[in-house]
């Protein structure tokens, strides 16, 4: 089947007016861009979570870690090696969240891997997803190809055992966190927009991963003190046909630091609404800081799983 996309607009914040918007695409090479994404540091986020399952909202947390790594396009790993050739700057998201149903809890983890330059490659490479809790464990990746991305999973439920297919080229969900974080290196898709929802979402409701259409916009936040942060905007996604709508709220100026989010759906006939709230962030090599002493950063993130 043949999706055909309807972008009725780009948005790209910055204070510049849109005859600019060339010079703009190239501010991921501005000195505060490389000073702030391009060190030895990662930047790890902390959100206090209300998570929907089972028909009720229930506690957790959930993380994320921002970082760049030049990542390969011929085989979608972490560069390791001397092929600087086949490689290219990426900005990596691993999102966590966890949270206790009852007696058992869930954790579920997702990888997003986006080129910074829009111009040397538009598409995110690669998004993987693994969700774990005490009935079993789930699998799902997509790897960007030319026409489209390759689906790729495991699953322990006897409906879900093992998934090969090719869906067509569409944004993907999971890419709008990485794309804010890019802008203006990024444009933010608004208006009818074929999107490929989260794989987080889609394991939780036992889906497959499809495009599917969704309704678009981006303006100013006007909610109430829940989310707080300087000049915040508020990103909403709202699906047509599974009515499942995501806001995420972040903050205009760079680095726009998402300060927290909402997702709401149907779980067991009921409309719950998913909520997480940022508590801390800290800037911090943490592969280099694996040593019982270092838990003093899970202490300054306010981290009780």
């Given at each position: 089947m043949k999706y055909v996309y309807f972008l009725l607009g780009v948005v790209i914040l910055t204070s510049c007016n849109n005859k600019n918007t060339n010079r703009q695409l190239q501010l991921c090479d501005d000195e505060n861009f490389k000073k702030y994404w391009n060190t030895q540091n990662?930047?790890?986020?902390?959100?206090?979570?209300?998570?929907?399952?089972?028909?009720?909202?229930?506690?957790?947390?959930?993380?994320?870690?921002?970082?760049?790594?030049?990542f390969r396009k011929d085989k979608h790993v972490k560069l390791e090696s001397d092929a600087k050739d086949k490689a290219i700057k990426v900005l990596k998201l691993n999102f966590i969240k966890r949270f206790v149903t009852g007696v058992?809890?869930?954790?579920?983890?997702?990888?997003?891997?986006?080129?910074?330059?829009?111009?040397d490659f538009p598409s995110t490479l690669k998004v993987s997803n693994t969700n774990q809790d005490w009935s079993g464990q789930t699998f799902l990746q997509l790897n960007f190809r030319q026409n489209g991305y390759q689906v790729l999973g495991k699953s322990y439920f006897e409906e879900e055992i093992e998934d090969d297919y090719?869906?067509?080229?569409?944004?993907?969900?999971?890419?709008?966190?990485?794309r804010i974080r890019l802008?203006?290196?990024?444009?933010l898709p608004v208006g009818k927009v074929i999107l490929i929802p989260s794989l987080g979402s889609l394991r939780l409701r036992r889906q497959k991963a499809a495009p599917a259409i969704a309704d678009v916009t981006l303006e100013p936040y006007k909610g109430d003190s829940t989310f707080r942060g300087d000049s915040l905007f508020d990103y909403k996604v709202n699906y047509i046909e599974s009515k499942r709508s995501l806001r995420i709220i972040f903050?205009?100026?760079?680095?726009?630091?998402?300060?927290?989010?909402?997702?709401?759906?149907?779980?067991?006939?009921?409309?719950?609404?998913?909520?997480?709230?940022?508590?801390?962030?800290?800037?911090?090599?943490?592969?280099?800081?694996?040593?019982?002493?270092?838990?003093?950063?899970r202490k300054k993130l306010n981290l009780k799983f």
């Open positions: 990662a930047e790890i986020s902390s959100y206090s979570l209300q998570q929907a399952q089972f028909g009720h909202l229930n506690e957790g947390e959930a993380i994320m870690v921002f970082n760049t790594e030049d058992h809890d869930f954790s579920i983890y997702t990888s997003v891997f986006t080129p910074v330059q829009a111009q090719h869906i067509d080229k569409a944004v993907m969900e999971d890419e709008l966190w990485t802008v203006p290196c990024k444009e903050e205009k100026n760079f680095p726009h630091t998402i300060v927290g989010w909402e997702e709401s759906y149907y779980d067991q006939k009921k409309l719950l609404t998913s909520r997480a709230v940022l508590k801390a962030t800290i800037r911090n090599p943490y592969w280099q800081n694996n040593m019982p002493a270092d838990t003093i950063y």
